[in-house]
């Protein structure tokens, strides 16, 4: 989707339309999305939001309604569900999909792409761009060419041509502290990547350095799971104003377990695993992390469990701007079956 929780808020509000919108608290927060308007002056997803105002003093910030994106959400698979049931969802806004033997029998699969945009497009009022390839990488990388609502076919044949000419910091997976390091080496370019052998790759980048080799050859045999586990559930809050009081900091993270709780409770999962962020007034981040004996039963065993990893941070050495909960190793409530541990934070 093309700047998706941008777009939605723009859709439902006219007075938004044509004007730089950016959703996400104002004074404290980061950026969720922003909209093509906003991205003109350089504002971007998980910029500060001090930091976007600067960039654009006529930024317009909206709350984020995740209800309302999920809505759309949810109509979007569907319309992907009409032709193929192999989707593999990334977030609200993003899916791979296989259509090798699709539902409708459709031979092409560009043309599969264009008639789901334009469903997409006449059932929610919003615009997506797709990528066409035959492995997962090469989509995923064609799917940010043409937008916003346009697509990009990359045939086996004009594969490594295109991969050539790609600069290293659109390679998906690549980030710009891994780009900056590739830069220092003089590989600007998937052609500069390409002459590299493997063992200066993986010497220097680790396993990384394989799957680069890989990719830059064109090849990804990863296939589309539609039955992708969920590897984590949290959520975070930014405050208006930096905390200093342990009172304060416990209601908070009482508060954030809660919300955690209900989004578990939501996707019927449990943890063993609970895992603490605070994110300090100069933006220094720590995690503090316990598996326990046996899943998560109920709130208060979450609550409890982040309780007691909160007090390894005090005594506060400076005020807190965010904190988080974490749960992992999830498994279902009747099983207690857990998965291998796996950490990752929701930041809404």
Known sequence: MDAFYASVEQRDNPDLRGKPVAVGGRERGVVAAASYEARKYGVRSAMPSVTAMRQCPELIFVKPRFDAYKQVSRQIREI????TPLIEPLSLDEAYLDVTDNLKGMPIASEIAREIRT??????GLTASAGVSYNKFLAKVASDVNKPNGQTVIPPSKAIAFLEVLPVTKFYGIGPATAAK??????TTGGDLRIQTLDFLTRNFGKAGAWYFDLVRGVDHRQVRPDRERKSVGSENT????LSERADIEREITDIAADVWRRCEGVKTTGRTVTLKV?????QIITRARSLGAPLACLGDLQAAALALADSVFPLPKAVRLLGVTVSNLGSPETGVAEAPAQFALDL
């Open 182 to 187: 590739l830069h220092g080496f003089g590989i």
């Open 279 to 283: 994110k300090y007034a100069d933006f």
């Open 119 to 124: 469903a997409i497009f006449d059932e929610t």
């Open 80 to 83: 992907f569900a009409r032709y």
């Open 239 to 242: 405050f208006f104003q930096d």
